[in-house]
């Protein structure tokens, strides 16, 4: 009975000292939110949304939008449109029989480092410029090792968005459009050069990772049968840094898809972000 005493009057004593100790002040968010900055990598689905000219483009259609016989206000909208068009995810399995679907791609592997290859001033010059492995291998050399990036090529199309015209070479629809288009990509040897790099996905701020005159979609196929995700129709990718960058790229977790509306972001830390 004494020592049971002696532990009730130890747990009181104990309880009053660290009740009375000061206590770290709660910090809500994540830890250092007050030092990141968020980017915006997607652009908005709207009917001026850029899709590749034989695609179904959105649609978004009102179902309601008033004040109900009950009083109260509501709004409800369908919508429609291709799984590749505006900023969207391009799941393997797009040009890779058997390969991850949508719903199949692991989230580690849609969230990482960021590796940003600006070749802005190479495309500015020639509309229908291939990212090469020299462009590849000088941003190793200035920044490290690819490995276990998200790599986003950066051509600054995306200023040019939504003018068909200029984002894609062309503002016709349907099948007699494609031979027109004229917009940068990666060059195949170079998507086969990102394949041994264990790289996450492969992203850029164009219609495509293969460019507008493609017409076997070499760099598609050569990604997707590794399993590496490509990320399309990309935005504000010059608000980012060659590397320092965490993205997060979760696509509409569409089950059997080919491809996925895409919502994607950049994190970065450090005040000296702006």
């Known amino acids: 009975m004494v020592i049971r005493y002696r532990l009730a009057a130890m747990l009181v004593v104990s309880g009053a000292a660290f009740s009375c100790a000061p206590q770290a002040p709660e910090r809500p968010g994540f830890p250092d939110a007050e030092n990141q900055r968020l980017v915006d990598l997607s652009h908005e689905y709207s ?3 850029i899709f590749w ?3 179904e483009t959105f ?3 009102v179902v309601a939008d008033g004040t109900t016989p009950q009083g109260y206000y509501y709004a409800s909208n369908n919508f429609s449109g291709s799984e590749h068009g505006g900023t969207h995810l391009d799941a393997p399995v797009h040009f890779a029989r058997g390969h991850w679907s949508v719903e199949q ?3 580690d592997q849609l969230v990482g480092p960021a590796a940003v290859v600006d070749v802005s001033a190479a495309c500015a010059a020639q509309a229908d410029y291939q990212v090469t492995v020299a462009d590849l291998t000088a941003w190793e050399q200035a ?3 690819l490995n276990g990036a998200i790599v986003l090529i950066r051509t600054d199309y995306s200023r040019r968005w939504p003018d068909a015209e200029r984002y894609l070479g062309t503002a016709e629809r349907g ?3 494609v031979p ?4 940068p990509g990666i060059h195949p040897d170079a998507a086969r050069w990102l394949t041994e790099k264990s790289v996450k996905a492969v992203g850029i701020d164009t219609a495509s990772i293969d460019y507008g005159q493609s017409s076997l979609f070499e760099t598609h ?4 049968e590794r399993n590496i995700p490509g990320l399309e129709n990309l935005t504000n990718l010059d608000q980012l840094p060659a590397r320092g960058a965490t993205i997060v790229a979760l696509p509409m977790k569409i089950k059997g898809g080919s491809g996925a509306p895409l919502r994607a972001v950049a994190i970065l830390q450090g005040k000296g972000h702006s």
């Open 53 to 55: 000219p034989t695609a």
């Open 175 to 177: 099948e007699a459009a």
């Open 105 to 107: 791609i692991p989230l």
């Open 47 to 49: 009917a001026d949304a």
């Open 143 to 145: 920044h490290g090792s």
């Open 180 to 183: 027109k288009l004229h917009f």
């Open 59 to 61: 649609r978004l259609d």
């Open 221 to 224: 196929r050569t990604l997707y």
